[in-house]
């Protein structure tokens, strides 16, 4: 059983390495798009006589673009959080009512902190 706790272990800090890297290129890559949009509206505005238009159409793009980033940044915190319960070996464990996470669940979701029910009961309360 502790080989096989291992392996799975071994496994999703390779998972969690390998999401941390493409979220890292997705913030990245929106960012230098957002800062190229900018660029680009700013010229544009200086050019388009008529104001509005593409330059508008630009901006609703930065500003998605800014979302999908800081999006990606949370995602990022969030796997760092779960590589570090990886190595304090609290990780698997649901942060609300402390039973192990299901194997299968975490395989889907690695950076999950919270078991399938406690994460159902938490979107309930919220709303
Ligand atoms: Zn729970």
């Given at each position: 059983?502790?080989?096989?706790?291992?392996?799975?272990?071994?496994?999703?800090?390779?998972?969690?390495?390998?999401?941390?890297?493409?979220?890292?290129?997705?913030?990245?890559?929106?960012?230098?798009?957002?800062?190229?949009?900018?660029?680009?509206?700013?010229?544009?505005?200086?050019?388009?006589?008529?104001?509005?238009?593409?330059?508008?159409?630009?901006?609703?793009?930065?500003?998605?673009?800014?979302?999908?980033?800081?999006?990606?940044?949370e995602?990022?915190?969030?796997?760092?959080?779960?590589?570090?319960?990886?190595?304090?070996?609290?990780?698997?464990?649901?942060?609300?009512?402390?039973?192990?996470?299901?194997?299968?669940?975490?395989?889907?979701v690695?950076?999950?902190?919270?078991?399938?029910?406690?994460?159902?009961?938490a979107?309930?309360?919220?709303?």
């Amino acid at each position: 059983m502790t080989s096989t706790t291992t392996d799975f272990l071994a496994s999703q800090r390779r998972e969690l390495l390998a999401r941390r890297e493409s979220y890292l290129a997705d913030v990245a890559r929106s960012t230098a798009t957002a800062l190229e949009l900018t660029e680009d509206g700013a010229n544009q505005d200086m050019a388009d006589e008529d104001g509005f238009g593409e330059g508008d159409t630009l901006n609703v793009e930065r500003d998605r673009l800014l979302v999908v980033a800081s999006e990606a940044k949370e995602r990022v915190a969030e796997i760092d959080a779960a590589l570090g319960r990886v190595e304090a070996g609290t990780y698997g464990r649901c942060e609300a009512c402390g039973k192990p996470i299901p194997h299968a669940r975490l395989e889907v979701v690695p950076e999950a902190t919270l078991c399938v029910s406690c994460k159902t009961g938490a979107s309930l309360r919220r709303k």
